[in-house]
T-cell receptor
């Protein structure tokens, strides 16, 4: 059974304080690992897809990396508008996405 | 691109009534649509997968007679919660993917259902 575990559950940062979010996974035949951002009361917003170990992708202050067992979402010099819940999901042999519970990020000004 | 809408965004209904939620892909043809449910501080849980013109595939534990899914066109899927009860109160989110895409699913804004 595919599983995703995200840590920490919650993270508070000061503006400008860089950090990383972790996503550990087990999956049978990885087709893709996805990062989404979710604001309260909204649907998830697509950020990145990673397909193979060693792959990295960047978007503004976010950088996602992938190994065979985990993915990291690095946030460099975050701003208050980066506050959200960040969700990690894996896609295995089917098209189904299996989500983690997310990391709630709060960036204080 | 890849915009998905949902309607309504919020709905309150009385126990025993039925509620229909619409999910539309606005700028692409969605070969597959997915319906999720999310409880507070919990993961998104997949309820069912639907392909245009065919019956939906439901996840284990999801009652197909209670959660009716119709995917009549490449841009529209509907979820009907029949005989709703307070325990059905949740945040329902749809997503869509398109053939030839990179397996990403694009999510709608969600529908908050409250059953009184």
């Amino acid at each position: 059974e595919d599983q995703v575990t995200q840590s920490p559950e919650a993270l508070r940062l000061q503006e400008g304080e860089s950090s990383s979010l972790n996503c550990s996974y087990t999956v049978s035949g990885l087709r893709g690992l996805f990062w989404y951002r979710q604001d309260p009361g909204k649907g998830p917003e697509f950020l990145f897809t990673l397909y193979s170990a060693g792959e990295e992708k960047e978007k503004e202050r976010l950088k996602a990396t992938l190994t065979k067992k985990e993915s990291f979402l690095h946030i460099t010099a975050p701003k208050p508008e980066d506050s959200a819940t960040y969700l990690c999901a894996v896609q295995g042999g089917s098209e189904k996405l299996v989500f983690g519970k997310g990391t709630k990020l709060t960036v204080n000004p | 691109g890849a915009v998905v809408s949902q309607h309504p965004s919020r709905v309150i209904c009385k126990s025993g009534t039925s509620v229909k939620i619409e999910c539309r892909s606005l700028d692409f043809q969605a070969t597959t649509m997915f319906w999720y449910r999310q409880f507070p501080k919990q993961s998104l849980m997949l309820m069912a997968t639907s392909n245009e013109g065919s019956k939906a595939t439901y996840e284990q534990g999801v009652e197909k007679d209670k959660f009716l899914i119709n995917h009549a066109s490449l841009t529209l899927s509907t979820l009907t919660v029949t005989s709703a009860h307070p325990e059905d109160s949740s945040f329902y989110i749809c997503s869509a993917s398109f053939q030839g895409g990179s397996h990403e699913q694009y999510f709608g804004p969600g529908t908050r259902l409250t059953v009184t």
